[in-house]
């Protein structure tokens, strides 16, 4: 097993920027494909990106491409989300996730289901 815990959230205005942490409990973490998701409210869980285990490569949802990037330190056991440009639309809780040696590619891949460890979140508000 493994714990999450999120933290550097927080309100900007449109256009500012954040950086999200996932800190992990575990040392193997660097064996852990690790996403960020949001859920703003009345809507569902969406994924934002991911840090896959196997080659260190990164996925993005079309709606953060070009502003946010996902980054690990598996040294430190962390996995950052810098996100800039924000808009008003990127209001949600976020949340990090992680699934043990889970390599995938294709539709579906990052779906919420398939990770099994979460964080509790950490909530962004961008206001316009």
């Known amino acids: 097993q493994v714990q999450l815990v999120e933290s550097g959230g927080g309100s900007v205005q449109a256009g500012g920027s954040l950086r999200l942490s996932c800190a992990a409990s575990?040392?193997?973490?660097?064996?852990?494909?690790v996403g960020w998701f949001r859920q703003a409210p009345g809507k569902e869980r969406e994924f934002v990106a991911a840090?896959?285990?196997?080659?260190?490569?990164?996925v993005y949802a079309d709606s953060v491409k070009g502003r946010f990037t996902i980054s690990r330190d598996n040294d430190k056991n962390t996995v950052y989300l810098q996100m800039n440009s924000l808009k008003s639309e990127d209001t949600a809780v976020y949340y990090c996730?992680?699934?043990?040696?889970?390599?995938?590619?294709?539709?579906?891949?990052?779906?919420?289901?398939?990770?099994?460890?979460w964080g509790q979140g950490t909530q962004v508000t961008v206001s316009s």
């Open positions: 575990r040392r193997t973490f660097s064996s852990y494909t």
């Open positions: 840090s896959l285990w196997s080659d260190g490569s990164t």
């Open positions: 996730a992680a699934e043990l040696y889970y390599t995938c590619s294709g539709p579906g891949c990052f779906d919420w289901e398939k990770f099994d460890y």
